[in-house]
């Protein structure tokens, strides 16, 4: 059974925060959280809650109580949204692409949530399958043959960028394939 510094890493890690910045944010010194995560101490009663809020969890999460059911929550979520948006549009394409624009402003709300970025991802490869990459021509510039397209996401992976622009231009590029 995981204990709280174990819940307080995976969270933290999740969230993409480094010891010392967690500690920054809820006035701690970085030795304080390197304790907790080793299981060497507790953090104070009176940090759990601040500790909760930087990492977007909840305290029951922190105290091992509801592991998951976060996640549970919001596949159920996100599945509730794909049937409304597949009722919504009949035509595939434009279903998939809006799956995506849905995905892409839950993971702004919340940037460390490994549902929506796995579903985000999931679901660009879904999109891919409606995209015209021979013919396209993205607004930065770059060609959209399939080699390009390739070494393009191969650059934003390979440098850990943001994968907006990628999911954009292959929006666009569904969009303009839908309109030729």
Wanted: charged fraction near 25%.
């Amino acid at each position: 059974m995981l204990n709280i510094g174990d819940n307080i890493r995976i969270a933290r890690k999740r969230k993409g925060l480094t010891q010392e910045e967690l500690a920054s944010q809820i006035g701690v010194v970085p030795q304080a959280v390197s304790r907790w995560e080793s299981s060497a101490g507790m953090p104070d009663i009176s940090l759990i809650v601040p500790i909760a809020q930087v990492l977007s969890v909840s305290t029951d999460m922190l105290f091992g109580m509801d592991s998951g059911s976060n996640d549970n929550q919001m596949l159920m979520k996100i599945a509730n949204r794909y049937e409304e948006i597949e009722s919504r549009f009949n035509d595939s394409k434009e279903a998939a692409l809006n799956k995506c624009k849905y995905l892409e402003a839950e993971l702004n709300k919340d940037s460390g949530n490994f549902v929506v970025a796995m579903c985000l991802v999931e679901s660009t490869a879904n999109l891919s399958r409606y995209a015209d990459l021979e013919n396209y021509q993205c607004d930065c510039g770059i060609g959209m043959g399939k080699k390009k397209w390739r070494g393009f996401f191969h650059k934003v992976q390979g440098q850990g960028e943001d994968f907006s622009p990628a999911l954009l231009c292959l929006e666009a590029s569904v969009t303009a394939g839908r309109k030729a």
